[in-house]
């Protein structure tokens, strides 16, 4: 592993092949010769703009002798936060993390720069600095476990959201990692805290949690109101969002388990109640108008979809008309318009063929690896080539099912859905005796990557 010395080294030679004075390096770098000698003699510590200026004149890449620095500047001797700060910001924005990790794990050990180390991971979090910022929350974490502070609560609530992934069990264990923490967080920290755990759950179908948490969410946030009407003072926001959004949302969450009941008188019920929350807000401010329009276009869309799932689809033409004006709901919406089809036995070739590039499967692969939801999408995009294959081996197009199908079990194999694996491994068995050649081949080859963990 390099040091700092081996800095003084490369400076030296570059210094020697150039055939540079001590001044003429000084002019080249703008560093200041009584500092740059003071510097190459080890009696001045090198801050991180210094090293940078070095580093360019030497014409090598940023970040170059960043391990180095850090080694020599944190590890070897005692860290000095006038230096720590500016590097980690300087490594989070090179994606340097290999050089955080090394030097927080060392840092840590002294619980006085803790405070700060939290502020930065908040900061890199604000940012969207996400990698770094993990580092340095699973670092305070750990060394305020005994603590059973705030600040540890929200650790685990920052390290909760950055750890969600495809995985199913990850995201299982994420959501029980997470739930002891949520009654330390503040007040209204917690209503974010619990609609993010109601998604979690929702997206792993443990919808009898997702009821349970969606009432929690609405009994705290009616207090948070009463106890907000109370107070003359207004104060600075802590929540993501204005309360009455919470509120709100706890009914769209029982409609979905209604839904998934296949309650689906019950989910208008709650759709009525959710869009009532809404249209009560007087003089709403700009955000809030925003947040209004959003909420009310889902509960639109909402009302569509469980009067289809009643057998309507009288209102199917007036649901796609919807659509077209809001594409972001078109790939969830489709995954439940052609359940639906499937369910009654309805032909929707018309719809399908109408939003044909929106569902096409290339478009759609590109969509889902761009996006920051990354979770979300992928279930949508699983159980729609599910539906799909259903949808078109019901009407006998056994090859474009089967296709589907292999696309929907290769999503579900990647990311460890035990249950959409089983689900497709069924429907396959089915028909399998009509796939071709290519077909069976890339069906065995999913069997095959499957783990025992997938099913455990």
Known sequence: MESVPTIKIHIEKYMRENDLKLQHFSDITGINVGTLSAI???????SMNQLNQITSAMRLEKGYFYESYGVESFIESSPHWRRLEPYLYECAELGKLDCIQQVITHVTDDRSYIEQLFEVAEDFFAKGLKEAALILYECVADSEKYQHSER????QYRIFLLHKTLNKFGNLNAAVKIEPYIDKLNEEVQLDAIKDLANIYASISLWDKVSELAQELERRVNFQIKFQNKKHKIKRRKS???????????NLL?????????????ALKHIDIYENIVDEIKDPSKEEQDLIKLLKGWAKGNRYLYTLFLGDFEVLDVYLDYLDANPKEILTAFVYIVKCANQYSYNINYAL???HNYLDK?????YVLRTNNLHDLNFSYTRLFYELAKYRLNQNQIGQGIEHLITSFERSVSSNDDMMCIKCIDLYGKYR??????????????????SVLTFR
Do not use: H, W
């Not at 993501?240 to 706890?250: E, N, Q, R, S």
């Open 40 to 46: 190459l003699k080890g009696s001045r510590p090198m």
């Open 152 to 155: 540890l609560a929200l650790c």
């Open 240 to 250: 993501f969002y204005p309360l009455f959004v919470y509120k709100a949302y706890a």
């Open 254 to 266: 029982q409609a979905n388990v209604s839904e998934e009941r296949k309650q689906y008188v019950q």
């Open 353 to 355: 063929d109408r939003f």
């Open 362 to 366: 290339n478009r759609l692969d590109n």
């Open 433 to 450: 005796d009509r796939a071709s050649k290519t077909q069976e081949e890339q069906y065995t080859k999913l069997i095959d990557k499957l």
